[in-house]
């Protein structure tokens, strides 16, 4: 008993160590090296975001303009070799910024492989540890690289593309009790578009976020820690007011995510709301104007394709073709990028042009 005992203070002193380590060496600065040498050029004027299915965890993928890419998470572990197929899929060799939102494992999970697949530019996390194999593996990878991890917190900017704007608005503490409120948040601005990307946040850093004063307000939203009921609270919702919510979660899940009350509160407010239990990997594309979802399996449709568009009413909650002589005034205008989707947003037919 007392053997065991010791080996196991033993074993907890040597991971205590072996972070303190590998922290020292890799925690550096926090300023952003520009580093324009590998720059990959596409054609194209294009932002895509690819919210990739890796079951219950997070994994969003952007594709800048000029072809520069973030990755914001990565799953957990099982799903490595998925995302590593499904960017390199995307003619991707290099990720310019990886941000691990917080070290639970279906965020940071994935990412130790990813960081060997890839050539990576920039490695960004919140200050806290975590003493678990994954963080610890994680950390590993990182060392072998050569990579230094910059510190995430509110305020960072990106200068990777001109024709973006990306800049983290939380975390805006130092400490939290709760290793979800650590998570980065990201807000990318293309033109008119704008996408927020909570990982998992609750209701301390979400609060913190109001007082802090940035714009929150987003055309997309990836709903918070996979639409539990811990985040998204009203004030934040009306704050972010999105067009669009993105939840990403796995099917039959252990945590009974989406949370009801999460989803009440999006469809209180006509929100849609897109799944990646129920349609796999959803990507949009931003041409700086107008935003479009490409549907499930959609992954090999040409950025450029136009599907139909219908036009809600946020007002009476109808929704109508692109062409219907009563359409509502720009303001009360919510598009809808499939009829399915505006009816599930609880919208009903217009009765004069019968979408
Ligand atoms: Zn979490
Ligand atoms: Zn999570």
Redo the contacts with the bound molecule.
């Keep these: 008993m007392l053997r065991i005992e010791r080996i196991r203070k033993n074993k907890l002193f040597m991971t205590f160590i072996l972070f303190t380590l590998i922290s020292s060496l890799i925690f550096g600065c926090t300023d952003f090296d520009h580093d324009p040498e590998n720059a990959i050029h596409t054609e194209g004027e294009s932002l895509s975001v690819h919210f990739i299915d890796v079951g219950q965890?997070?994994c969003t993928l952007f594709v800048t303009p000029k072809g520069k890419t973030i990755l914001i998470d990565a799953g957990e572990k099982s799903a490595s070799d998925m995302i590593i197929n499904y960017i390199r899929g995307q003619g991707i060799h290099k990720i310019d910024v990886i941000i691990a939102t917080h070290p639970?494992a279906?965020?940071i999970g994935g990412m130790e492989d990813v960081i060997r697949a890839f050539d990576i530019g920039q490695i960004y996390m919140p200050r806290v540890m975590h003493t678990t194999q994954t963080f610890e593996n994680l950390l590993l990878a990182i060392q072998e690289k050569g990579l230094k991890v910059k510190t995430a917190k509110a305020g960072v900017a990106f200068d990777i593309d001109p024709d973006i704007e990306a800049v983290m608005l939380a975390p805006n503490s130092e400490e939290y009790e709760n290793l979800n409120d650590y998570s980065a948040v990201l807000k990318v601005t293309h033109g008119k578009n704008s996408f927020l990307i909570t990982g998992?946040v609750e209701e301390t850093s979400e609060k913190e976020m109001l007082a802090s004063g940035y714009d929150l307000s987003a055309d997309v939203l990836k709903v918070a820690?996979?639409g539990s009921s811990s985040s998204t609270t009203d004030e934040f919702l009306d704050a972010v007011n999105p067009d669009h919510a993105v939840i990403l979660l796995g099917k039959d899940n252990d945590y009974g995510h989406p949370h009801r009350e999460t989803i009440e509160k999006l469809r209180e407010r006509g929100i849609p709301i897109y799944r990646t239990d129920e349609l796999g990997n959803i990507v949009l594309t931003s041409d700086g104007q107008v935003i479009i979802f490409h549907h499930p399996s959609s992954q090999a449709k040409a950025a450029s394709q136009i599907e139909t568009i219908y036009i809600g009413n946020k007002k009476s909650q109808v929704f109508h073709l692109q062409n219907c002589s009563s359409l509502p005034s720009e303001h009360n205008q919510l598009k809808f990028y499939s009829r399915q989707e505006a009816v599930g947003a609880g919208y009903s037919p217009c009765g004069r042009c019968n979408p």
């Design positions: 965890g997070d639970h279906d965020h998992d820690h996979h």
